[in-house]
Each structure stands twice: as C-alpha cells, then as structure tokens.
T-cell receptor
C-alpha cells in the first residue's frame, strides 16, 4: 500500500526562481496537510485541505506561497519567487478527517541559494 | 508563541534502560495528544496517542502519560533499544480542529 508520495525529494534553486512541490496523498484520505520543518521553528503547519477545499492557510508565511488541491489525489505547494529563508524540509501529510493520526511523506528538501 | 514545548533538545540513554521524553503544552483546549518518531531523511511516523479522558496509554514498550492539571505529557520507552534512536515529536490537537501542533522535537540516542 503506497504511502504519501512527495516530489522532488531534493530541490536546489537560486533566489528568485519559482519552486513547485508536489504531493500525492494516500488513496481514500480526505484531509491533506503541508508542513515545513526548520531548525528554528520545528514542524509548522502551512495549510490544510478537507475534501480538496483549503480550510486553514493561516500558517502560509506570505503571498509568495500558494497551495492548490485540484483533485483528491494531488496537491502542489508553490513558492514564487523563492528566497534563501525558504530553505527547509517541506512535508505533505494526509489522513481521514476526524481521525487523529497523520501519515507523512518523506519530505522535499528545498535549498534556495 | 510555542503552544507545545519540548524543552530537551536531546537525550542519551543506555540500551535496556528507560527513556523518558517530556512535553508541555499551554493550550487548555487541546484534547488529543500524539507522539511521532522521525528517522533522518524520512517523514515522521505515528507512535502512540492519548485522549484527554485518559491519563495513560500503553503499547508494548511505549507508554504515554498525561497530566492535564500540569499540562504535561511524557513518553516512556522501556527497555530502550538502539533502534529507538530518532527524533521524537510531541503533537496536540484541539477539539473540533484538524490541526496538529508540534513541538520542536527531542533527539534520543540509545547507546549499545
């Protein structure tokens, strides 16, 4: 049974470039979350969706960040333009709504030079 | 404002001994708590959880204790094994919310 699938696993880009991170949740899960992990702030929630609808995006740092979920099996997190302070590991996670356990992908490590 | 705090960035124990990882929270509306384990280059994986209606939950070598009055929970691992070496995250969720709020993690090292 496939888990949450994220791509790319590693991304190195230059400041000002657009970055798109992708996520395929576990089939049947109807809640999807984007988290960012940094040394300073730990794991922080950026945005989450229920049934493909964004519910809470209060954790999105600024307008340079956007997330979409066009269907139940795909989501993207876009950063445009990227900045060095965006360097972090970005995790996607999914679950059935109203259950406690989140299933995480392996993460996308982003380095912005 | 850190609502979930893990004040020990690291912990080192000997194989076979008990590991105790601590977590404090500030939001009294949290009613469900989880522990996640993370190996390098992997995503966090669920370990054990506890609802606020309980004060203890046990699963094999892992036990989570919840002290609501102190807003404190702890994870006990007995006996500790070298394979338990990982970063452990405490997380909490408020009633009616889907958001999990995580602590910054504690890196556990179990020495053979």
């Amino acid at each position: 049974d496939a888990g949450v699938i994220q791509s790319p696993r590693h991304e190195v880009t230059e400041m000002g470039q657009e970055v798109t991170l992708r996520c395929k949740p576990i089939s049947g899960h109807n809640s999807l979350f984007w988290y960012r992990q940094t040394m300073m702030r730990g794991l922080e929630l950026l945005i989450y969706f229920n049934n493909n609808v964004p519910i809470d995006d209060s954790g999105m740092p600024e307008d340079r960040f956007s997330a979409k979920m066009p269907n139940a099996s795909f989501s993207t997190l876009k950063i445009q333009p990227s900045e060095p302070r965006d360097s972090a590991v970005y995790f996607c996670a999914s679950k059935w709504a109203n259950t406690g356990e989140l299933f995480f992908g392996e993460g996308s490590r982003l380095t912005v030079l | 404002d850190q609502q979930v705090k893990q004040n020990s960035p690291s912990l080192s124990v000997q194989e076979g001994r008990i590991s105790i990882l601590n977590c404090d929270y500030t939001n009294s509306m949290f009613d469900y708590f989880l522990w996640y384990k993370k190996y390098p280059a992997e995503g966090p994986t669920f370990l054990i959880s506890i609802s606020s209606i309980k004060d203890k939950n046990e699963d094999g070598r892992f036990t989570v204790f919840l002290n609501k009055s102190a807003k404190h929970l702890s994870l006990h691992i007995v006996p500790s094994q070298p394979g338990d070496s990982a970063v452990y995250f405490c997380a909490a969720r408020r009633s009616g919310s889907e958001k999990l709020v995580f602590g910054k993690g504690t890196k556990l090292t179990v020495n053979p």
